[in-house]
Every structure is written in C-alpha cells, then in structure tokens.
C-alpha cells in the first residue's frame, strides 16, 4: 500500500474507531521514546536557552502538544499510569514497592495491546520503572515479545564514578565526565541508542510491523553526562530560577523537601538545613547547566535513532512519539526536584510524528531525520508542524498511539475500574489530528495527585511509602488555573476524605503564570463544600473538584 492511500485512509479513520483487525505492514510501526525527568526545556516549547536540533527537527514534522501532564509526579506510577491508561487511585502504585497486576488488577498495557494484535513489541532501556513495579521483568512476557533490553553500565549510576577537584572520584549530583574513563568506556543511553538501532535494523525488513519502545536516563539524576556537552552552557549564561524563594503563602504539606538530592557528596558538603534552607546560587547554576546539558546529549541520542529510522527507509511507515514520564524542578519555589504538583514537574513534552498526517514524504529524496550535531556551531531553526494547546494528560496516550496505528481503541473505563482489564481512563486525541484547534479548550483538564505522610516536610515526604500515606494532594489544572486540595487519605482503603481538608491551593495563571501566589480562601471553600453535601455519593473526586474550582473562580477573570 503507497504512502499517500496509507495516510488517506488513516485521516479517514481518526474520528472514529478503526475497526478491530490484525495489520500488516500497513498498520504501521510505532517507535517510542521516552526521556526521564524531563520538562519541556526543549527549542520547540519555546526554550530560547536549549540546544535540541534533533528533536526540534522531529517537532517540525509533528504535531506538539503543549500542555501535557503526568498523573503522579514521579517515575514508576507515572509510567505505570501512562502504559496502562489508568489514573494512579486506579493502579494503586504510589510509591515504588507494588506490582499493579498482583496490588491492584490484570491491566493490559499499551505495548501489551500492540502486541496482541500482532506487532512484534521490544524495551530497550527505562520504559517501565524497574524492579518491583514492573515484576522484576519490566512486565514480560505480557508487554514484551523479548524480555526487555538494559545498559550493562547502569549498574555504575549511582556508584563513585565523578572525579572531584581532589582527583578522587565521588557519588556526585553533578558528575561530568570523560566517557573513555567510565566502565566499558561508555554511559547508559550511549549504549540504549546503540541497542535500538541495532533493534531497527533486525526488523527492517520484516514483514510484521513493530513497536519499539527505547527509554533514555537523562535528564534524571546524577547527571552523569559526558563533559563536553557543558561546553553548549557556560556558566556565565546560566540564569537562577525566576522564583527561586519557597513562595510564602505556600502550605507546608505541599513541599518537597529533595531529599534524593541531599546524600549525593556535592550536595552534602553545602550542609543546607532541612527542608528548606536554600542551595548557594553558584551551585543552583551549575545545577541548571548540567540539567540543560543533560537535554542535549539525550536530544543527540534521539537524533541516532530518527536518522537511523530514515537510513533504513522505514521514515514513512513509522509513528513517532516523544515524550517524559514528568518534570522536574530547577529552584522554582525553592525546589530541586519533581514530588509535588505544581507546573515544572507534572508538565511534560508529548510530539507525535505521524507519515502521510503530520508530514509527507519528500519527493526531492531528502532525509527525513538528518542527524544533527549540537557541536557543529550551526544555528539550526524549526518551526512546529502542529500545535495542540489543549489541556491533554499522559493517560491518554495509549488510546491515541492505538487510533493512529489503526487499532481499535480502548473502551472507557467506567470510573474506577478494578476488574476490567482492558479499558482507558484516557481520551483518544486522534481527532486533534484532523481538525485545526480553535483557541484554547476552555473545559479541558488535567488531573495530578501527590501523596505526603504529614502536614510539614518530613524526610520521606518526597517518595512515602504506601502505608506512611496519609494525605492526597488532588491537582486540577486547567487553561486559566491550578487548583490544588490536600485531603486526609486511607492507604488500606485507597480513599480520600473530601471533609478532611488538609490545605490548598489556587492559583490564576494569566497574572501568576509560575503558581507563587496561592489565593486559596479556607472560609470560601469550608462553604462550597457544604453547598456540595448533597451530591451523590456516586459523583467522582475529579467531577467534584471542577464543579468546586467553578464555584471558588467565579467572576474572578471579570475582577
């Protein structure tokens, strides 16, 4: 099947469901990137700082999503969330220490799905959170035809491999380094990008279609990074956060404390009181430039990738994503890290690349991906194919990549479903695809949730277990506001108290864009909740917490 009669029919498909049936090649392969801890520092979300040639180039033939969320803040039960398309109340994984088909129900995942329907499905580096969450398999054989591929010198992550002014090597935050010193004389996502193009060239001429999910580390801490890449950020440029202060009308509960920052040697040589004593300012800009630096060595692995997609003619025939399992805080509020709900963590980068939809093909014979490197001085400039200014979350990517493989989608879920195995609690955004956004989607959403063991900074505030939850920080986001209540939870029962209001928090984006001024009044919301006594009991969390957020903003955009 051409190209072009490909891409009609899919265009034809994406407002409704496609029927249920096993592709061929024509279905399309699907090839998915995830970054870890990655907020949207990218050129095409408007970065003026980054150097991203790579995937701002992948941008240019893509439709961008600008306002994307996670539903948990942190890494297993937001990729457990976005794989299975259910909300963290309905995975029950809060924390690292549970495997949702044996804490919580048999959840089909996204890869799980493609490769029931006949696609050949392969991990290579951190899709799934490792370990405990993902069964010690990174979920195969369910999600997976192989058992899942990672870096041998990941083992050295966190070991003492930075080599500090006194010549010794350390277990450091910021941890550059000549990667010819390092163990096998390479990093982590250096050998994940090696594995998938290895994986893409196996299967390039196969006559079953793929779903190649690859993982990169980075930006996650320790930023282990090869050295030159800190020569793309002097230090002289970097910049503090806008609002590197703990903003005053913050509750405590909503803090994170970074502890995981706090034991690596650098950090703990600064001795910064806990929780909220600041970090000296020469050392939050050396922070942010590795950070920064960070971005690019992963936008120059995703380059190998794309360019390698594009050598083997498969450009054309391939579904792209792009995309972060969450953010992550560079001192904005006085925080180093995700743990909490606000904007920099919980926001992330989600680019669909789609041949025949998004872009077509070059007759001229172009490359589609020509692999871009950062080193050369070239100033490079792209414009994004497609912009999506819609309020969209992580959940539903999993019926969306399924629409635009040209399988059917996903179900709803109804409410919270334990027992059905294959639902989404996600949208289909294929639609989006087809028709040109009119202005921002005033009633669209997104929803995030924190879990905290207390009311004031404690050392495991950052990541409680599970039974140490007692409070629930419920996030509402939407084009005008960022509505946050903090409610007593009962980690037995997986229940908030909507009566037990710890704290909250409101913020009005169009004069407090970096959520600092919390305008959350405890008198006006102690009688919203007694107006809203007489809903049914069957009325969801996610339901109440809109019709409360109307209430309390009422005529505040006409003030």
């Not at 498909?13 to 592709?23: F, N, T």
């Not at 490197?373 to 414009?383: C, H, K, R, Y």
Request: with cysteine; proline share 8%.
């Amino acid at each position: 099947m051409s190209g072009s009669v490909r891409a009609l029919l899919l265009l034809l498909a994406l407002d409704s469901v496609a029927p249920e049936r096993v592709p061929g090649r024509e279905g399309g392969n699907v090839l998915f990137i995830m970054a870890d801890d990655l907020r949207p520092v990218l050129g095409c979300y408007g970065d003026s700082l980054v150097k991203s040639p790579n995937i701002d180039q992948l941008a240019s033939k893509s439709q961008v999503f600008l306002n994307a969320y996670a539903q948990q803040a942190v890494c297993a039960p937001s990729r457990t969330s976005m794989l299975t398309s259910r909300r963290p109340d309905t995975t029950r994984l809060y924390d690292f220490n549970s495997y949702w088909r044996v804490h919580a129900g048999n959840y089909s995942t996204m890869p799980q799905y493609f490769k029931s329907k006949g696609y050949f499905t392969m991990s290579v580096g951190k899709i799934f959170h490792p370990g405990v969450p993902s069964n010690y398999t990174d979920d195969y054989p369910y999600s997976w035809s192989v058992p899942a591929y990672h870096p041998p010198s990941n083992l050295y992550e966190n070991e003492k491999m930075c080599k500090g002014k006194d010549k010794q090597l350390h277990a450091n935050l910021l941890c550059a380094v000549n990667v010819t010193e390092q163990p096998g004389g390479t990093l982590p996502d250096i050998e994940s990008a090696d594995e998938a193009v290895r994986l893409l060239r196996s299967r390039a001429n196969s006559s079953a279609p793929f779903f190649l999910a690859v993982g990169f580390h980075k930006p996650h801490i320790p930023y282990r990074i090869p050295q030159e890449y800190l020569s793309l950020y002097p230090i002289e440029k970097m910049s503090l956060a806008p609002d590197p202060d703990v903003p005053k009308r913050l509750p405590p509960v909503a803090y994170a404390p970074w502890t995981d920052l706090r034991w690596r040697e650098d950090i703990s040589a600064l001795n910064v009181s806990f929780p909220y004593g600041p970090i000296p300012k020469d050392f939050q800009l050396g922070i942010r430039q590795h950070y920064y630096a960070a971005v690019s060595y992963v936008d120059r692995q995703v380059g190998r990738l794309l360019s390698a997609l594009d050598e083997l003619g498969l450009a054309d025939s391939t579904q792209v994503v792009f995309l972060s399992d969450h953010g992550w805080s560079l001192g904005e509020h006085g925080e180093w890290a995700k743990y909490s709900n606000f904007d920099v963590v919980t926001r992330v980068p989600v680019i669909f690349y789609v041949p025949g939809v998004t872009s077509h093909p070059d007759s001229s014979g172009m490359s589609t991906f020509p692999f871009i490197d950062v080193f050369d001085n070239a100033e490079f400039s792209f414009t994004n194919h497609k912009e999506i200014k819609r309020m969209v979350e992580l959940v539903d990517i999993f019926p969306t990549v399924s629409a635009l493989a040209g399988l059917r989608v996903p179900k709803p879920c109804m409410g919270i479903s334990l027992q059905e195995e294959l639902c989404t609690e996600g949208d289909n955004l294929a639609n989006t695809f087809r028709h040109r956004e009119r202005g921002e989607v005033a009633e669209a959403i997104a929803f995030s949730q924190y879990p905290r063991p207390a009311d004031t900074p404690q050392r495991n505030s950052d990541l409680p277990s599970l039974e140490d939850i007692k409070i629930m920080g419920y996030s509402l986001r939407c084009c005008d506001y960022r509505y946050t209540l903090w409610l007593g939870f009962n980690p037995v029962t997986f229940e908030a108290n909507e009566t037990d209001v710890h704290a909250g928090e409101l913020y009005m984006l169009a004069s407090d864009p970096g959520q600092d001024n919390n305008i959350y009044n405890e008198s006006e919301h102690s009688l919203i909740i007694r107006k809203m006594a007489s809903l049914p009991h069957t009325v969801t969390l996610q339901t109440r917490l809109k019709l409360q957020l109307l209430y309390l903003t009422a005529g505040m955009k006409t003030q």
